[in-house]
């Protein structure tokens, strides 16, 4: 199997980029945008993450069972967020008397 070569002009403009999005978090943290914050915040992380996951780890140009066990990781992770978040924001139902 051959490896593909990625160059240096691909490295340096994905570090450029994330460079812009960690000053675009910044400047959005400056500003009050209610319960946006977090969405936004959200947002850029996980644009961040997928480029470092593409492109400094290697599995934009990986083979297919790579991309089977990144895809499962991140269902798998999906899945634990949901359970979590169906915990939290059901505690305030059952009142328990004391």
């Known amino acids: 199997m051959a490896a593909h070569i990625v160059g240096k002009k691909t490295y340096?403009?994905?570090f450029g980029a994330l460079m812009v999005l960690t000053a675009v978090t910044v400047w959005v943290a400056n500003f009050d945008l209610g319960r946006w914050n977090a969405v936004a915040a959200l947002t850029i992380a996980v644009v961040k993450g997928t480029l470092v996951v593409l492109y400094f780890m290697h599995v934009r140009y990986s083979s297919r069972l790579t991309w089977v066990f990144v895809?499962?990781?991140l269902i798998w992770l999906i899945v634990l967020?949901?359970?979590?978040?169906?915990?939290?924001?059901?505690?305030?139902?059952?009142?328990?008397?004391?």
């Open 81 to 98: 967020i949901a359970l979590t978040l169906g915990d939290y924001m059901t505690r305030g139902w059952v009142k328990i008397a004391q």
């Open 71 to 73: 895809s499962s990781g």
């Open 12 to 14: 340096f403009g994905i």
